[in-house]
């Protein structure tokens, strides 16, 4: 998972951007199989709790950056490893992230090609 969206503090979303995260699942050669994209109100721990609640299912491994609202995606069902990404280019080849960033992109070019705006009412409907 990764935060996207530029912020002024912690959390808070910057004017005219919307925070979503970006959720990938691989399978065992690390390609991607789907991916989930959900508007977030702001990378608060409660917020990301009731994101990890609802979108991730029990089982699952989970890496992250080390944002630290992420932390509160780790649970007895749910394992959870926080990555440095800041400044350390090799994790940008890690599948986890290769595919996260190469879907947003295709994304902001797909959205960007089609719209001139998209307001933040109207954005979850165009992530799905």
Known sequence: MTPT???????????????????VELNEQGHPL??????????????????SERDIKPQTIVISDRLACFRMIA?????HFRAVTGGHLDMLEHPVFKSVNTVIGNVKNSLRGSWHAIGAKH????LV
């Open 123 to 126: 954005l979850p409907r165009h």
């Open 75 to 79: 649970s007895e069902d749910k394992h």
């Open 5 to 23: 969206g530029e912020a002024n503090v912690a959390g808070e979303s910057a004017a005219g951007k919307s925070q979503f995260v970006a959720a």
């Open 34 to 51: 789907r991916m989930k994209l959900s508007v977030v109100k702001g990378f608060k721990s409660k917020v990301i709790a009731k994101w």
